[in-house]
């Protein structure tokens, strides 16, 4: 069982539309985690839920909406696509609590290709 | 705010060559260290972390780091490197407690070659 899944692995689309990415994690963790690697392999934390509260919200536009219907799953939508939105997108989830239970240490999922045309 | 340095962008190195992949932090506070690693393709896995106790921490792989507060740094390293060992390498750092927030270096490419 993959522990932290995201979909679609690929994404394809024009200027303008909007899209989604889903996440979700079997692992039981209340924190969850979306990051943007761009095309020089630099990665930057856009947002952080916990137990679905907003915790973590970095400078991102707001055409960029996250959404935790419950702690398992977090969504990335995004209206309005540009090209500069072109990127690999990354969900990640890790236990709170403390360091003993793991905190900070995040399992990434395989990543979503974003190409925007 | 916590940043993380990677010295450098590519290490290429030949197979069982030593390597050691450079990584400095700042911060005002204490912080926590990982280094994750990304193969081609994939997302990340993590590699080692240090969180307190023995400052030389073994990860998975063969690799080790040692955490240097002195001079700020967390190097990677391993003695005998494999040709699937080529992938990018992180350095990342976290506050820790209820900061969430990992902050990561801009990744090294280690090349292993024949």
């Known amino acids: 069982d993959t522990a932290v899944s995201q979909t679609p692995k690929y994404l394809v689309t024009q200027m303008g539309n909007d899209k989604s990415i889903k996440c979700e994690q079997n692992l039981g963790h209340d924190t969850m985690y979306w990051y943007k690697q761009d095309s020089k392999k630099f990665l930057k934390i856009m947002f952080s839920?916990?137990?679905?509260?907003?915790?973590i919200n970095e400078t991102v536009p707001n055409r960029f909406s996250p959404k935790s219907p419950d702690k398992a799953h977090l969504n990335l939508h995004i209206n309005s696509l540009e090209l500069g939105d072109s990127a690999v997108y990354f969900c990640?989830?890790?236990?709170?609590?403390?360091?003993?239970?793991?905190?900070?240490?995040?399992?990434f999922g395989a990543g979503s290709r974003l190409t925007v045309l | 705010a916590q940043s993380v340095t990677q010295l450098d962008s590519q290490v290429p190195v030949f197979e069982e060559a030593p390597v050691e992949l450079r990584c400095n932090y700042s911060?005002?506070?204490?912080?926590?260290l990982f280094w994750y690693v990304q193969y081609p393709n994939q997302g990340l896995q993590l590699l080692l972390k240090y969180l307190s106790g023995s400052t030389l921490v073994k990860g998975i792989n063969g690799f080790e780091a040692e955490f240097n507060k002195s001079q700020t740094s967390f190097h990677l390293r391993k003695p005998s490197v494999h040709i699937s060992d080529t992938a990018e390498y992180f350095c990342?750092?976290?506050?820790?407690?209820?900061?969430?927030?990992?902050?990561f270096g801009k990744g090294t490419l280690l090349t292993v070659n024949p």
């Open positions: 911060s005002s506070v204490s912080v926590y």
């Open positions: 990342a750092v976290s506050l820790g407690g209820s900061n969430y927030k990992l902050t």
């Open positions: 990640a989830s890790s236990a709170s609590g403390g360091l003993v239970s793991g905190a900070n240490v995040l399992t």
């Open positions: 839920y916990n137990n679905k509260e907003l915790i």
